[in-house]
């Protein structure tokens, strides 16, 4: 029978199922339903809940309603009638079959106010129990007034009428309130908000959760990398890494804990549901997540989610059906024993008890895009469109997703779908001492570890990358034997494994000599093509075939650099990848290096890479140019985000092993004509590359100084030529560059980036002004930068976790070097223990201009040390200090130190707990100065009697123009009187 005539036939006992219990509950609960599935529009809604009116009144004006709108809505009312009433009366009446799919219409909404009509029935449930907090939501943010929460609090309402009068008068607001609502409950969500539900999830569910937890630990609980080499457990090695949010956040002081990639800080979009760790190759991202994971399977963090799905994008490059969404959980996590829809479902109900990782979204062969929009779960589509979707949100909105990936391949496109991004530093010289210490279970030889790490500074840079750190413990014995300082660069360290490993399985009684290489030269050249072509086409994981392809044999694969895949093989099917990407890296360019089969222009494309990136036409020919011709007709060239980064970390070895370091192993392994050809080409590329950059600079705006910004390859062109040691190609690359200031502001500078940029600006011709603000330089990334301050009239370094050690290294350069006049340390991590080097540094150079230390933690202590330094000083111009803690015994110190300066032209101490005391102390040096033309004292705590001696002493003074005094401790009549008194105080 079609539903309207059931509709009809069936109305008294329709009526009787709606309101024979007295309450309008089942009633109102029928209209959510048929509001969210945009059955009834809100005037309609109106229509029938009128207030006063009797139920069955109301009742019968919905039958009557859905009557005429026909037989779908019919069908879809009986559905919702069947939802609301107890199971017995359900039973006894007869409905079509249909069913609701709250989510799948849910999915597509655009604005805040329509995700709550979508969600009205679930969100009821949630507000009820929570509706004074959601009630001071719309308060505090303006939304409410205290009349409009009265009317919701009325005690003839029940909770869940209250709820639903909040939603509607949400509606009445508009969108901003209908976003608070949404934020607020998401928050609730993201917060212990199980028991606030009250929820009991069904029983399968709870068999499902320990079935996919018990699967989640097993494959979380040791190091999932080098699989092959170590069984690590991850409770054993695992190290906190430096995780910090990716944009400025006022409320965020110091690093953050695993827990804050959930949490409310930083979120710079509550519409958006994916959370980004972004970080470099090595950095720690998998470890990271595999951390969590464990964390959560064990039950000791992350309880709020019931059921967590790990993926692998790697992995999933290898999946080429079609999968709906229910399809990617159950058969790429974990497959339910039984009642898939039940616990599907459930999962639907409750997007935000849900949380999906997905590592290396820079490894996934598509880039991203929000091109194809998928709304419905049940819809098949190619994994990667499913990613995308659930990314974005258009799929499973409210699932919290956490996605790792290199920083490089984030787009704009992406970005703006991100709720944030934290960014991952790898350790910290404490973290890297910790892991050493971890990693040799022998304490004598974790301390000879960490000493010889001590004596090379480079190294010890190169260890904040936690892979890097790994390699060297791992091969601890060659670091311990080598003569100081003989590892440099990155492929010296990757050349040290290669050695280890190679050494390992060495047939010869004793190959110190230069014979290892040769003696496993064929190994060397199978994994690099495999490795090669892997990176040609964005493949990591390999088949028997590839590896058959390449000449790859089992004796190749013991010597330990691939390591089996286990989620992808079966008893008869094996796959393979290698030990981390970067490995697969520096197979590929030892292969470009000493193979004789590649293209002459597969060095020119690598290097060339930034240009040819620009425009996608071009990127094909690349992919193809690494590519060999056959594979090239064979799988077409779909170019991917994924393989920039990889293609630079490929050229970047490449680089390094042509150095001259390594040139005479790889004479008794090739011809030396093909290698001098292959250097020569490599330079030329370097030194063109870095003459691009150097053409695209604009000319210099009328009276300022001609600066450079870094565009992105800037710091990889740098690292090439790092990777390279030799001094004439760092001198030819960079002596033709010609500005007053160089930009390398968020570029990602960390130690290792510093030892390079230092060894190529060393050879500048003219000095520069350095801004590296917003970077993690660090103490260690500091020293790495003394080699080029002799060529830097000022050092910009704003933001990037130096502290009072780094201080004490820097000055102790910097105050022998001639052009050094600036420098600017905003917001790092200084205390009093620093200012003594500042006094010195003051005392010493008499033509410093310009000291910047603003948002440190300086007190008295450290002013009274400074202003030491200040007194004999006769050159500064510029004194920054906002934000710190100096008080009215600092400011007075100081005051007395610049009574008579002649040179001190600007001067702050903003926010720094300065009185009346501390400014009667400053009155002085405008009584008495000469040179002071500004004073800023906004945000502290002076009165009329304070801004009073300020006023006097500017009776006799012309020189200053202005004094800010905005948020001090002054009414606004006296801030008006004391305005007219003097023009030149500003509030
Ligand atoms: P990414 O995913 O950023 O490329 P990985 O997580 O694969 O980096 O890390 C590479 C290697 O570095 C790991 O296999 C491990 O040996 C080491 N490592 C990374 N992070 C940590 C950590 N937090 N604690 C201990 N070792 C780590």
Known sequence: MFAQELVLKQRTEILHALCSSGSAERLERVLDLLLAQGELVWEEYQNIQVPGRALYTNARHLLDLVYTKGVDTCEIFLTALKKVVPEEQGAALSSSGGCLDLEKKGACQSTATQTLLIRRPSLIGKLQDCIDGALEALTVSGNFTSEDCDDIRLPIHTPSQQARCLLDHVRSVGESAAKVVLHYIQQQGSGASLTQEQLTPPKELLKYQKKLSSSVSAQSCFLSTYGGTSHMSLDDI???????????????????GLEHIIGAVGTVNEEADAVLV????????????????????????????LLLFPFSCRRLNSEHRELSVQELLFQHCCWPDRK????????????????????????????????????????????????????????????????????????????K???????????????????????????????????????????????????????????????????????????????????????????L?????????????????????????????TCYIFSCTDLKTCGVTEKDICMGFLIQSKDMSSANSKHYEFLHVTMQCFFAALYIVLSSNTERATILKLFELQEVRETSQRGKCFGACLRNDQQEQTQGTETS??????????????????????????????LSDMIEKKIKQVSRCLSKGMQKHFKSIPPPVAGEKKSMHAMPGFVWLIKCIY?????????????????????????????????????????????????LDNNSVGDVGVEQLLPCMHICNSLYLRNNNITDQGISKLIAKVIRCENFKKIALFNNNLTDACTQHFSLLLKTKQDFLSLRLGNNNI?????????????????????????????????????????????????????NGVGNAGACALANIIKNSSSLEELWLTENCITKTGVESLVQALEHNTHVKSIWLRNNDLSSEEEEEMTKRESRLVF
């Open 641 to 670: 985000a994924a393989e920039r980064p990889n293609l630079q970390i490929t050229a970047t070895f490449v680089s390094g092993l042509l150095s001259h370091r390594h040139r005479s192993l790889w004479i008794h392994c090739c």
């Open 278 to 305: 972004s970080g470099e190759a090595g950095c720690g991202k998998s470890t990271l997540l595999q951390r969590l994971h464990l964390l959560w399977a064990r039950g000791a963090a992350f309880q709020h989610f």
């Open 238 to 256: 695992y190290t906190e890494g430096q995780l910090e949010l990716a944009h400025d956040c006022p409320d965020t002081h110091g690093p953050l």
């Open 340 to 415: 898939q829809e039940e616990i599907f479902q459930f999962i639907l109900d409750h997007p935000h008890l849900i949380l999906f990782t997905f590592d290396g979204l820079d490894e996934l062969k598509q880039s991203f895009s929000d091109e194809h929009r998928l709304c419905c779960p049940t819809q098949r589509a190619p994994v990667h469109i499913l990613l995308f979707n659930l990314i974005q949100g258009s799929l499973m909105k409210g699932v919290w997703k956490v996605v790792s990936s290199r920083p490089d391949v984030v787009g704009p496109l992406l970005r």
């Open 509 to 537: 009684e004793n190959t110190m000599g230069l014979g290892w290489l040769q003696e496993h030269l064929k190994t060397v050249l199978n994994l690099g093509q495999l490795a090669f072509d892997g990176i040609g086409t």
């Open 859 to 911: 007190t008295a202590e450290g002013a009274k040390q400074l202003a030491e330094g200040l007194e004999v000083n006769h050159s500064l111009k510029f004194l920054g200090l906002w934000g710190n803690k100096i008080g009215d015994a600092g400011a007075e110190a100081m005051a007395r130190a610049l009574e008579n300066s002649q040179s001190l032209t600007w001067f702050s101490l903003v926010g």
């Open 417 to 507: 779908h991100l709720r944030k991004e934290v960014f991952l530093k790898g350790f910290s010289p404490s973290g890297i001492h910790c892991f050493v210490k971890k990693h040799h279970s022998d304490p004598t030889v974790a301390a000879k570890v960490l000493e010889s790490l001590q004596t090379n500074t480079a190294l010890l840079g190169l260890c904040h990358s936690p892979v890097l750190c790994w390699i060297v413990s791992q091969c601890h014995k060659e670091l311990l034997g080598c003569g100081e300082g003989s590892l440099q660069t990155i492929t010296d360290i990757y050349m040290m494994i290669l050695q280890h490993f190679l050494q390992r399985r060495s047939t």
């Open 723 to 771: 990777e390279m040691q030799e001094s004439r190609i760092a001198k030819d690359a960079i002596s033709k560059l010609d500005v007053d200031h160089l930009k390398l502001t968020y570029c990602n500078i960390g130690p290792v980036e510093c030892t390079a940029l230092a060894y190529v600006l060393q050879h500048l011709r003219n000095p520069v002004g350095l801004q």
